[in-house]
């Protein structure tokens, strides 16, 4: 059974810094992309930034771009999400997902996905 665990949220003061990580575990990855998307209250989920298994291709929303950084290590079947330079407007649950995919911010490309860590940033 696919089971994705992410961790490394919790609270920071804006312009602080998070690192969350996502563990997948269950099958062979190859070949899918891993992505991570954030969900705010009363607010649609967003694709934040998402990264190919060769690591290759990214993507990037422009709220995360020059602030986020995605990475992952695939011997470990696990994605990194660096977040500097925190803001207010980052306050969202940021869910892991795993897709047969390129990377995409569409949530419907992603079959897989973990229960969320939540990220509150104050001002």
């Known amino acids: 059974q696919v089971q994705l665990v992410e961790s490394g949220g919790g609270l920071v003061q804006a312009g602080g810094s998070l690192r969350l990580s996502c563990a997948a575990s269950?099958?062979?990855?190859?070949?899918?992309?891993m992505g991570w998307f954030r969900q705010a209250p009363g607010k649609e989920r967003e694709g934040v930034a998402a990264?190919?298994?060769?690591?290759?291709?990214?993507f990037y929303a422009d709220s995360a771009k020059g602030r986020f950084t995605i990475s992952r290590d695939n011997g470990k079947n696990t994605v990194y999400l660096q977040m500097n330079s925190l803001e207010p407007e980052d306050t969202a649950v940021y869910y892991c997902?795993?897709?047969?995919?390129?990377?995409?911010?569409?949530?419907?490309?992603?079959?897989?996905w973990g229960q969320g860590t939540q990220v509150t940033v104050s001002s």
């Open positions: 997902a795993v897709g047969f995919t390129e990377p995409s911010s569409w949530y419907r490309d992603y079959d897989y």
């Open positions: 269950g099958r062979t990855f190859s070949s899918y992309a």
């Open positions: 990264i190919s298994w060769s690591g290759r291709n990214t």
